[in-house]
């Protein structure tokens, strides 16, 4: 239960961190990009997807590699999460580029 208590914490402070941060983002990209909406949504959107990434890869990792008995400070290339975090960046955009095209 320990467990489920400190991913439930982690998952809070993740969501708050990332409202924080893609609602800044969003007002900041509809003051500079005059009101391009379509734009500051694609910004906000993947700030918010990369911020709760981060926060849970970055605390999931190190307890899979605990239970799989491989030392976390060993193993502690993050080429992993980085291509996930790249991956949800650019899908977002990509997404978000082709509907306003339409």
Do not use: Y
Request: hydrophobic share 55%.
């Amino acid at each position: 239960t320990s467990l489920w208590k400190r991913l439930q914490k982690v998952f809070v402070v993740a969501l708050i961190n990332a409202l924080i941060a893609a609602i800044f983002a969003f007002g900041c990209s509809m003051l500079i990009d005059s009101g391009e909406i379509m734009l500051s949504i694609t910004v906000s959107l993947s700030l918010f997807a990369v911020v709760m990434l981060a926060s849970l890869m970055g605390t999931v990792t190190p307890l899979v590699l605990n239970q799989l008995k491989i030392n976390p400070a060993v193993a502690s290339d993050l080429s992993l999460p980085q291509r996930m975090i790249s991956w949800v960046m650019e899908s977002i955009s990509s997404l978000f580029i082709s509907c306003c095209k339409k």
